[in-house]
T-cell receptor
Framework: GAVVSQHPSRVICKSGTSVKIECRSL??????MFWYRQFPKKSLMLMAT?????????EQGVEKDKFLINHASLTLSTLTVTSAHPEDSSFYIC?????????????????FGEGSWLTVV | GENVEQHPSTLSVQEGDSAVIKCTYS??????FPWYKQELGKRPQLIID?????GEKKDQRIAVTLNKTAKHFSLHITETQPEDSAVYFC??????????????FGKGTLLTVNP
């Protein structure tokens, strides 16, 4: 089946530094990927929509200069948390839209990466 | 924008019983409704989805029903097993034409299946 891979799974960084998280679609081309943040025992909060070859679309309240998104190829999107602070500590998770294939046409499907635990100390 | 309400927030059942989780959505244009199962610290896994051209879909012990007129959809798990214990999320999206399938999630239901 479709696989989305996210790396690293866990990262600890010092306050003030930047951290990059990668999201890859392994067996399909993803023109659209999504980045979410999830707090413990809470739902997934959409941060931004990453579009291959164009600027990301950020949700209201998400600082685009702090959470840099780059979707440079059809299989890779990256999220960089810049000047990280302890309040940025969270579970970050990406998803990718897999185009539908086959007959009859099955429609697009969304698959998630494994998620990345970020701890800022 | 879309708003998805999910109930109940917690659900506890005995092994072998059925579990039902219900969601409502606000945007009548939404036409793609997936359900995800998430275990603690893991990725959400797609367990079943339904599109608005059908009213019901079944996959072994899992079924989803959709009522577009009332704008609600439900997840049904029969013969529950302890390994079904997890958080379940419903979601809604506009999934056709040039849309990007941006999902709006419900708040989740913590399902506990007691042996």
């Amino acid at each position: 089946g479709a696989v989305v891979s996210q790396h690293p799974s866990r990262v600890i960084c010092k306050s003030g530094t930047s951290v990059k998280i990668e999201c890859r679609s392994l067996d399909f081309q993803a023109t659209t990927m999504f980045w979410y943040r999830q707090f413990p025992k809470k739902s997934l909060m959409l941060m931004a929509t990453s579009n291959e070859g164009s600027k990301a679309t950020y949700e209201q309240g998400v600082e685009k200069d702090k959470f840099l998104i780059n979707h440079a190829s059809l299989t890779l999107s990256t999220l960089t948390v810049t000047s990280a602070h302890p309040e940025d500590s969270s579970f970050y998770i990406c998803s990718a839209r897999r185009p539908g294939t086959g007959y009859p046409y099955a429609g697009n499907t969304i698959y998630f990466g494994e998620g990345s635990w970020l701890t800022v100390v | 924008g879309e708003n998805v309400e999910q109930h109940p927030s917690t659900l506890s059942v005995q092994e072998g019983d059925s579990a039902v989780i219900k969601c409502t959505y606000s945007d009548s244009a939404s036409n793609y409704f997936p359900w995800y199962k998430q275990e603690l610290g893991k990725r959400p896994q797609l367990i079943i989805d339904i599109r608005s051209n059908v009213g019901e879909k079944k996959d072994q012990r899992i079924a989803v029903t959709l009522n577009k007129t009332a704008k609600h959809f439900s997840l049904h798990i029969t013969e529950t097993q302890p390994e079904d214990s997890a958080v379940y999320f419903c979601a809604a999206a506009l999934g056709s034409g040039g849309s990007n399938y941006k999902l709006t999630f419900g708040k989740g239901t913590l399902l506990t299946v007691n042996p």
